[in-house]
């Protein structure tokens, strides 16, 4: 196995903020916050960036809970790209193996976002402190990106023209191993049909009723028959927003379902929505109501770049895994003794790796293009990628076979092992960034390979530009006047 050596002088510069960083992942965690609500976390991004020496923007894309800052000043830009949104449901306790909600509270970081961000934000500090060393021409910039977890902010944000100016995107993600991020992702919309009809009593006039909720389940019903006719990479999912009522004597007068609908590619992605659109008009037909749709939320599939992952594994291959202690294993065996031997199989057909089951902790590297693309989900990074040339590493920070949005990720959301895998990837990141830094034609290449894989394709924003996000106002705090 190999072993972490300090052997690049930007990991030096990552480790002199560490404690601060680590400290604001866990204020992070102690306030979840959902999607565009996540006030909090972001007013602590910005003080830290501007503790940090950046020049801070607030309000980016006239989203509230957006923030960016830069250091240094002209030559390329490098964007380092970080999420601090919750999860709903997930109340935990951290550091407890076992399923303990915490007092007075309901959502949890269940998919590590409070590491995410501060992990983006150490790997642009480094950088930044390499700039001022080296005096490169250069800027380096930090993303705080809300609303990651279907609220699409990155898709907002590419629309408002903030990545115009980027040269390079670099990204992470927790995860049970570390290794470079198999770029395949699904394309996605998020789309509510909200269907009109009239009411009636059900029993002394049903003819005079048009139902509503009879049009969502015919819809269901097309729906489900259509996947016989897809791609079997596509997916497609639905919830119930609004049955009509509770009342089963009154015809339901109107009804709203949600769907989501995603695909291997973009431009599959946009005839399996206009599909789906066919089978709520012909509901509606069937049952003389009317239908609207809104768009929720969009993502584009990522794009790959291979210069970009292949200098990102040599970063990585220098520096080795995480190094974790017996103590950050015995705590990932605690946590293992709640899972199924399936959870812990599935993490590693996922990154297409031989299974261990005595290993509670990642102790290997894993190369570019590992796993078959099959265990797959939606990322608004994907919506950057087709702007921007984009690498992404997964960084291990939790116990493997743990399920991403689940009381157990979160528990291990503020462990030791965490900030450890946090800081790995941080290191990684700068230093991939350093490099490109160093050598300007490894962005020229990416450059490339990035108008190479694109192909003339045009990029069509899944997000349209009439779709605005639900945006909550900051929270009025105030104060006794003694």
């Known amino acids: 196995m190999a072993q972490m050596q300090n052997t690049d002088e930007i990991w030096s510069m990552v480790e002199e903020h560490v404690p601060d960083l680590c400290a604001?992942?866990?204020?992070?965690?102690?306030?979840?916050?959902?999607?565009?609500?996540?006030f909090e976390s972001a007013s602590c991004h910005a003080a830290m960036l501007r503790?940090?020496?950046?020049?801070?923007?607030?309000?980016?894309g006239n989203i509230p809970t957006a923030v960016m800052g830069e250091a240094g000043e002209g030559g390329p830009v490098i964007a380092f790209l970080g999420e601090y949104d919750a999860l709903p449901g997930l109340s935990q306790e951290a550091g407890v193996a076992r399923q303990q909600q915490r007092p007075g509270e309901t959502s949890g970081h269940g998919c590590g976002h409070n590491l995410l961000g501060a992990g983006a934000m150490l790997a642009a500090i480094g950088v930044r402190d390499f700039l001022l060393q080296t005096k490169l021409p250069g800027r380096v910039r930090y993303y705080g990106c809300p609303a990651e977890e279907g609220g699409s902010s990155k898709g907002f944000l590419v629309r408002s023209g903030a990545f115009d100016d980027?040269?390079?995107?670099?990204?992470?993600?927790?995860?049970?191993?570390?290794?470079?991020n198999n770029p395949i992702s699904l394309a996605c919309n998020e789309l509510e049909f909200h269907f009109k009809g009239r009411a009636a009593h059900a029993s002394s006039s049903p003819e005079l009723?048009?139902?509503?909720?009879?049009?969502?389940?015919?819809?269901?019903?097309?729906a489900n028959y259509m996947r016989e006719h897809m791609p079997s990479t596509a997916r497609i999912h639905y919830a119930m927003i609004n049955g009509g009522g509770i009342a089963p004597n009154v015809v339901q007068a109107e009804a709203t379902v949600r769907?989501?609908?995603?695909?291997?590619?973009?431009?599959?992605l946009h005839g399996l929505v206009e599909r789906v659109k066919k089978i709520a008009d012909g509901a509606a037909l069937m049952t003389e109501t009317s239908v609207s749709y809104d768009v929720v939320s969009g993502d584009a599939n990522l794009i790959g770049n291979t210069p970009l992952e292949q200098l990102m594994y040599r970063k990585l291959e220098a520096l080795g895994p995480p190094q974790f202690d017996a103590a950050d294993r015995a705590f990932a065996e605690e946590i293992r003794s709640t899972l199924s031997e399936q959870d812990i199989r599935a993490a590693y057909a996922r990154f297409g790796l031989p299974v261990k089951l005595d290993v509670p902790l990642c102790d290997i590297i894993f190369p570019p293009e590992n796993g078959d693309g099959r265990h797959v989900g939606s990322t608004d990074v994907g919506t950057v990628s087709w702007v921007v040339p984009t690498v992404q590493m997964r960084g291990a920070t939790y116990a493997i076979g743990t399920p991403g949005h689940s009381w157990?990720?979160?528990?291990?959301?503020?462990?030791?092992?965490?900030h450890k895998g946090m800081t790995h990837a941080a290191k990684v990141m700068a230093a991939t960034a350093s490099d490109l830094f160093r050598d300007p034609a490894l962005i020229d290449a990416a450059k490339a390979d990035f108008a190479k894989r694109r192909d003339g394709r045009p990029f069509i924003n899944p997000i349209p530009d009439d779709v605005m996000p639900p945006i909550t106002q900051p929270p009025v705090i105030k104060k006794d006047i003694g």
Do not use: C
């Open 24 to 38: 604001m992942a866990d204020t992070v965690w102690e306030t979840p916050e959902l999607n565009y609500r996540e």
């Open 259 to 268: 769907y989501l609908i995603r695909a291997r590619e973009l431009d599959e």
């Open 166 to 180: 980027v040269d390079i995107a670099i990204s992470w993600h927790p995860a049970p191993f570390a290794g470079i």
């Open 209 to 222: 009723g048009r139902s509503a909720l009879d049009a969502v389940e015919l819809m269901n019903v097309g």
């Open 51 to 60: 503790d940090k020496g950046f020049r801070v923007s607030e309000n980016v």
């Open 408 to 418: 157990q990720l979160v528990a291990q959301g503020k462990s030791p092992a965490a």
